[in-house]
């Protein structure tokens, strides 16, 4: 599929052009997700048994411990190769100079792994093999509830094409460009890893040793969670706008009516007698969401940023803050979702 279509989605008519096409894409996006989630905890489980006193000091892994670093290690890899369609689309959109959260979250997860490399050579802590699978786990997993809501608006729109009803549709962006929050999120983890890698040099340290220390704290400030941040808030509200009377066909349509309430009529079909002050309330209570949601996901890793001055930071507290942070995204979403229906599947 091209760089275009998986920016973005043009509905023409209920027919929908390159359905079999679009179908295809939506199934190997599910099956990414799935394989990329299932290895990301296998990864985290392989890691944990490394966490322990007796097998973290440096120098003192046993055979069985370097078994799991080196498992891990390939199991990583397997996971980049899976989601290696993540990092063509990161540079396309950074040739454009379009830098947005998936793209933050490449690049860390990247750094994770390329920063973990020496470690695994020399069987040295910390690795941060884990932080990298499952930041490229999150990250896909939000595309793969992106899909899934343009794929249910897609049916909808086939079951309305015997009651003669067929909508046209504007173009709808599946991910807004224009993301400040990662761009400066972005520039402030760039400008502190630069200063960890300048203290480390004060401190008598090698260059190399520095360069390390350096993406290991971009791999400790990378927001993992960042890829199910917005995805999260635009299911329960696509949702929550179909039981009051909305059709919608991405998230992003929230997010545009929610900063301007006259393109109700372009990005929401309107079904019955729904009401435009419901839709309007709907959409600013989203945006609050995702604000909140990225508020979680930072907030958790800046608070962690401090402790690279003093060396690299061991894996587990990345990834235990990725765990409260996806808890706190649960808690904060609740808000948007109707009392028993419960969450949709995301690999619907």
Same mark, same amino acid.
């Given at each position: 599929?091209?760089?275009?279509?998986?920016?973005?989605?043009?509905?023409? +008519?209920?027919?929908?052009?390159?359905?079999?096409?679009?179908?295809?894409?939506? @199934?190997?996006?599910?099956?990414?997700?799935?394989?990329?989630? /299932? /290895?990301?905890?296998?990864?985290? #489980?392989?890691?944990?048994?490394?966490? #322990?006193? +007796?097998?973290?000091a440096h120098g003192d892994h046993s055979g069985a411990a370097r078994l799991l670093v080196w498992l891990s290690a390939l199991l990583t890899l397997w996971t980049l190769w899976i989601t290696r369609h993540v990092f063509g689309n990161a540079w396309l959109r950074l040739r454009r100079r379009d830098f947005g959260a998936a793209e933050l979250v490449s690049v860390?997860?990247?750094?994770?792994?390329?920063? +973990?490399?020496?470690?695994?050579?020399?069987? @040295?802590?910390?690795?941060?093999?884990?932080?990298?699978?499952?930041?490229?786990? =999150? /990250?896909?997993? $939000?595309?793969?509830q992106t899909s899934a809501i343009q794929r249910r608006f897609v049916s909808a729109c086939e079951q309305l094409v015997p009651l003669r009803f067929q909508?046209?549709?504007?173009?709808?962006?599946?991910?807004?460009?224009?993301? @400040?929050?990662?761009? =400066?999120?972005?520039l402030t983890i760039l400008v502190f890893s630069i200063s960890v890698v300048?203290?480390?040099? #004060?401190? $008598?340290? +090698? $260059?190399?040793?520095?360069?390390?220390? $350096?993406?290991?704290?971009?791999?400790?400030?990378?927001?993992?969670?960042?890829?199910?941040? @917005?995805?999260s808030a635009w299911e329960a509200g696509v949702e929550r706008a179909a039981v009051l009377g909305w059709l919608l066909p991405s998230g992003a349509a929230l997010g545009q009516i929610a900063a301007d309430p006259q393109l109700v009529k372009e990005y929401a079909l309107k079904l019955g007698a729904a009401d435009h002050a419901a839709l309007m309330a709907l959409a600013q209570l989203v945006e609050r969401t995702i604000r909140w949601n990225y508020l979680s996901a930072i907030g958790l890793n800046l608070a962690l940023l401090p402790l690279a001055l003093f060396g690299p930071p061991p894996s587990l507290l990345p990834a235990a803050t990725m765990v409260l942070a996806r808890l706190l995204i649960a808690w904060t979403t609740r808000t948007l979702r109707l009392p028993g229906s419960g969450t949709i599947a995301m690999m619907r």
């Amino acid at each position: 599929m091209a760089a275009e279509q998986r920016a973005g989605i043009t509905y023409q +008519s209920a027919g929908l052009a390159h359905e079999a096409q679009q179908q295809i894409a939506d @199934r190997v996006l599910q099956r990414r997700a799935m394989g990329s989630m /299932l /290895l990301a905890m296998l990864v985290m #489980l392989l890691g944990l048994p490394l966490h #322990l006193p +007796s097998l973290s000091a440096h120098g003192d892994h046993s055979g069985a411990a370097r078994l799991l670093v080196w498992l891990s290690a390939l199991l990583t890899l397997w996971t980049l190769w899976i989601t290696r369609h993540v990092f063509g689309n990161a540079w396309l959109r950074l040739r454009r100079r379009d830098f947005g959260a998936a793209e933050l979250v490449s690049v860390c997860a990247l750094a994770a792994f390329v920063a +973990s490399l020496p470690a695994l050579l020399v069987h @040295r802590t910390p690795m941060y093999f884990d932080v990298s699978a499952m930041a490229l786990a =999150w /990250l896909v997993a $939000g595309e793969a509830q992106t899909s899934a809501i343009q794929r249910r608006f897609v049916s909808a729109c086939e079951q309305l094409v015997p009651l003669r009803f067929q909508p046209q549709m504007v173009s709808v962006p599946a991910v807004p460009r224009g993301d @400040r929050t990662a761009r =400066w999120l972005g520039l402030t983890i760039l400008v502190f890893s630069i200063s960890v890698v300048s203290v480390q040099i #004060l401190r $008598g340290g +090698s $260059g190399m040793s520095a360069l390390l220390a $350096g993406l290991s704290a971009v791999a400790v400030g990378c927001p993992c969670t960042l890829g199910i941040a @917005r995805s999260s808030a635009w299911e329960a509200g696509v949702e929550r706008a179909a039981v009051l009377g909305w059709l919608l066909p991405s998230g992003a349509a929230l997010g545009q009516i929610a900063a301007d309430p006259q393109l109700v009529k372009e990005y929401a079909l309107k079904l019955g007698a729904a009401d435009h002050a419901a839709l309007m309330a709907l959409a600013q209570l989203v945006e609050r969401t995702i604000r909140w949601n990225y508020l979680s996901a930072i907030g958790l890793n800046l608070a962690l940023l401090p402790l690279a001055l003093f060396g690299p930071p061991p894996s587990l507290l990345p990834a235990a803050t990725m765990v409260l942070a996806r808890l706190l995204i649960a808690w904060t979403t609740r808000t948007l979702r109707l009392p028993g229906s419960g969450t949709i599947a995301m690999m619907r």
